[in-house]
């Protein structure tokens, strides 16, 4: 009988060893602080640094297009696999959606985008692309090495999160839309709070910022066909001109800015593709003109959107011509503003804070560029932040969507790091009424 219940001891203190014990509902800051440091030491050393930076690598010398994924997407979940992290797929056709944690509420989602650009890469290095025509110029390649360091360091301190990490690997968010494919698939519907990273050649590296409110426009694209009669250039007067009705359209787009806009409410109109004619002395038949519009508030969008179509038709018609537009939402779908939510940029700040210091969190001024992350702001709370990589002494730095782009690879631990705690201590510092369904869980674990 004694033997028996010391062997029952000794199975118990084998079991207790086994599982790790969470901290406790209500952890002592010291704790907290610790662990985006923690974190980010662990992402910086050499296994796992070497690690991140080969699969951003292996991305980059493979880039595919929006929706067109399927060998990046096989990377990820060979990662996934390894790393002993369960997923669905296929999401939105070439989407991953994995998950760490408890498998119950609450749910707090970190994403990366996967899809590449159609340029032609213009620097010369060990791993530039393999697919002519074809270039990570935008930095996905890193957020995807990013996401999966941060499903590293997760599983490695799996112990601290209180509830559930969604990783969410998401194509197409060039001009696609992934993000809204994401969200019709119903596979994000228990997410309380999600969090997205861009790495910024634009600021200092070792810096991080955002801001509150909107942060990125509105912004969405369309394509009009002025259609005239066309004839000899010696003889106007026998025809409908359509690059002269076109022209005037183009200037009375601009004013919608200039005349009509709040100059305090930020809003552009550019008209980026003008086609027509292929002779020097025939007026053609119609032509094509296309474009973008943008703007901080949904209201603003709607109205613009709904006075270019105005202008264009109306204008068309007194130069006797006709004009059909199009806005093309299958295929470009419009992007609503990027919404940061107020609670998740103070979360931000402290996290960061704690990182990299105070001094080093900024805030910025709103841009006028867009991001398909905004689709997710709309369903749930969600907070966007760049990651500074600029340093001079690795090369020079250009703006995105440049055939000369380029990584600071060094950029990648910070990413991961940052990620995987503003994740960690989402799950232990807030316990907000999950709108999940009651009881729900995931059985992944």
């Known amino acids: 009988m004694a033997l028996r219940c010391c062997l029952n001891l000794i199975f118990v203190f084998h079991v207790l060893m086994l599982c790790p014990i969470p901290l406790c509902s209500s952890p002592i800051p010291e704790e907290l602080s610790q662990?985006?440091?923690n974190f980010l030491q662990y992402a910086k050393s050499p296994e796992v640094f070497d690690w991140m930076v080969d699969i951003r690598r292996k991305i980059h010398e493979n880039p595919e297009l929006g929706f067109e994924e399927f060998q990046t997407s096989k990377l990820i979940r060979a990662e996934l696999d390894r790393l002993g992290i369960s997923y669905e797929y296929p999401v939105a056709i070439t989407?991953?959606?994995?998950?760490?944690?408890?498998?119950?509420?609450?749910?707090?989602?970190?994403?990366?985008?996967?899809?590449?650009?159609?340029?032609?890469?213009?620097?010369?290095?060990?791993?530039?692309?393999k697919v002519p025509g074809k270039m990570h110029a935008c930095g996905h390649d890193a957020h995807v090495a990013m996401l999966l360091g941060a499903a590293k360091i997760l599983v490695e301190h799996r112990h601290l999160i209180q509830g559930t990490v969604v990783l969410v690997f998401q194509p197409a968010e060039e001009g696609g839309g992934g993000a809204k494919k994401m969200l019709e698939t119903g596979v994000l519907n228990n997410v309380d709070a999600i969090f997205g990273a861009h790495v910024s050649p634009k600021y200092p590296f070792g810096m991080v910022i955002s801001r509150p409110g909107p942060i990125l426009a509105a912004s969405g694209f369309f394509e009009a066909v002025i259609s005239g009669k066309g004839g000899h250039a010696?003889?106007?007067?026998?025809?409908f001109d359509p690059i002269l009705a076109a022209s005037n359209i183009i200037i009375s787009l601009q004013q919608l800015i200039s005349r009509e806009t709040d100059p305090l409410d930020s809003q552009v109109v550019t008209v980026a593709k003008f086609q027509g004619g292929d002779a020097f002395n025939v007026i053609p038949d119609s032509v094509t003109i296309g474009?973008?519009?943008?703007?901080?508030?949904?209201?603003?969008f709607i109205q613009l959107k709904h006075r270019i179509v105005e202008v264009?038709?109306?204008?068309?018609?007194?130069?006797?011509?006709?004009?059909?537009?199009?806005?093309?939402?299958?295929?470009?779908?419009?992007?609503?503003?990027?919404?940061?939510?107020?609670?998740?940029?103070?979360?931000?700040?402290?996290?960061?804070?704690?990182?990299?210091?105070s001094k080093n969190v900024l805030d910025m001024q709103p841009l006028m560029g867009a991001e398909d992350f905004a689709f997710y702001c709309e369903a749930f709370p969600g907070f966007f932040y760049f990651v500074g990589m600029k340093n001079e002494t690795v090369g020079k730095f250009e703006p995105g969507h440049s055939p000369y782009y380029i990584v600071n690879e060094d950029v990648i631990p910070y990413g991961a790091a940052l990620q995987a705690s503003i994740a960690t201590r989402y799950l232990l510092e807030y316990s907000p009424k999950s709108t999940s369904t009651k009881g729900y869980s995931r059985d992944e674990l």
């Open 95 to 129: 989407g991953v959606v994995g998950f760490i944690g408890t498998g119950n509420p609450p749910f707090v989602a970190i994403r990366a985008d996967m899809d590449a650009l159609a340029l032609q890469e213009g620097v010369v290095w060990e791993h530039q692309s």
């Open 291 to 300: 474009g973008t519009f943008r703007a901080f508030s949904r209201e603003s």
């Open 312 to 357: 264009i038709t109306k204008q068309a018609n007194v130069q006797r011509c006709n004009a059909t537009v199009e806005f093309n939402e299958d295929q470009k779908p419009s992007f609503p503003v990027t919404l940061n939510d107020q609670d998740l940029y103070e979360h931000f700040r402290a996290v960061a804070g704690d990182m990299l210091g």
């Open 234 to 239: 010696a003889l106007p007067h026998h025809t």
């Open 35 to 37: 662990i985006p440091l």
